[in-house]
């Protein structure tokens, strides 16, 4: 992967209540193509931090290289669902439960915790992810307990075909876990880049199937009122879109092999929203009409207060 040294300003996302600035966000943003060069940027393209929930995409890999979503007759609407960072709907939590029923998984050997308010762990965000875990693990006998310690079969797995798609030796790579408790890695951002331009480049068929299920589905990823079901439903198909924690926002262009990766410095929701808006206009990724609605629903924040962003990408 190329190395950029030279650093451009950060992007400045700010609170205007009646067009004086409140608050400000500090944003570091890369554009990468499927071979890891870095494009554009702002701020700084190495910068470092834990990918959180944007890696779904790629963890649900596995089912596919394992040939476990064909063997327990697993349709797109469950890849979905393993790819979602969802908002525990009756639509989700049932599509969750659909995958461990097929595989004939207990929803008791979830290790995603029961929400606050619930009564079961497949209505946390993350329970789609985690019941594609247990079928992976049924399909090749691997034990269900523990499968989110980083030293089980299945997390080895994920990590090596990971480290595959950027380049890197699997062992580098530095894990934490989420809270979900599965497991999540410190990438530059440059590398999350790299890894949606490889998502939306259609140079694999595996992934290409990934792709197809995140956008035909996309109310599943998220939910009618999240970023990235939003995204990929105005776009038509033409960008994936996954969200993580902690600021983290990661777009791909599908069939043209380029990705960005965003990374809020304070971890603000609503900024990396309102940057994803911003750098998907100054990319020509987006129409005028869906920047509109998106601008709408994501940068106006009340009667009184908006938000707007200031910097550019600084094309290297």
Not at 247 to 253: K, L, M, N, T, Y
Request: hydrophobic share 40%.
């Amino acid at each position: 992967m190329n190395r950029v040294s030279r650093h451009s300003s950060l992007l400045n996302v700010q609170l205007l209540r009646e067009g004086i600035v409140e608050s400000t966000h500090k944003v570091h943003a890369v554009a990468c193509d499927s071979r890891g060069r870095t494009l554009a940027n702002a701020g700084d393209p190495e910068f470092g931090t834990f990918i959180r929930s944007a890696l779904k995409p790629f963890q649900a890999l596995a089912l596919l290289t394992t040939g476990t979503l064909d063997h327990f007759h697993l349709t797109d609407k469950d890849l979905a669902i393993i790819c979602s960072s969802h908002q525990g709907n009756i639509e989700q939590v049932r599509q969750a439960f659909n995958i461990l029923w097929r595989c004939d998984v207990e929803p008791g050997a979830l290790q995603c915790p029961t929400p606050p308010g619930k009564n079961t762990p497949l209505a946390h965000n993350c329970s789609g992810k985690h019941a594609g875990m247990l079928a992976v693990c049924k399909q090749q006998g691997w034990s269900l307990d523990g499968y989110v310690g980083r030293s089980h079969p299945l997390q080895k797995l994920i990590i090596k075909q990971i480290a595959e798609l950027i380049g890197m030796p699997a062992d580098e790579f530095i894990c934490a876990h989420d809270d979900c408790s599965a497991p999540t890695y410190l990438m530059q951002l440059s590398q999350m880049a790299t890894l949606f331009a490889k998502l939306a480049s259609g140079d694999s068929l595996q992934l290409e199937r990934i792709i197809r299920a995140m956008t035909h589905y996309p109310m599943l990823i998220s939910g009618p009122d999240g970023f990235d079901s939003q995204l990929m439903q105005l776009s038509q198909g033409d960008l994936v879109s996954k969200s993580g924690a902690e600021g983290i926002q990661c777009i791909g262009r599908v069939g043209d092999g380029m990705g960005i990766a965003i990374k809020v410095v304070d971890g603000s929701k609503r900024a990396k929203y309102a940057a994803a808006v911003y750098l998907l206009k100054q990319l020509g990724w987006i129409e005028p009409d869906v920047s509109e609605a998106l601008e709408e629903k994501f940068m106006l924040i009340g009667k009184y207060s908006r938000l707007e962003v200031v910097g550019e990408l600084a094309t290297i």
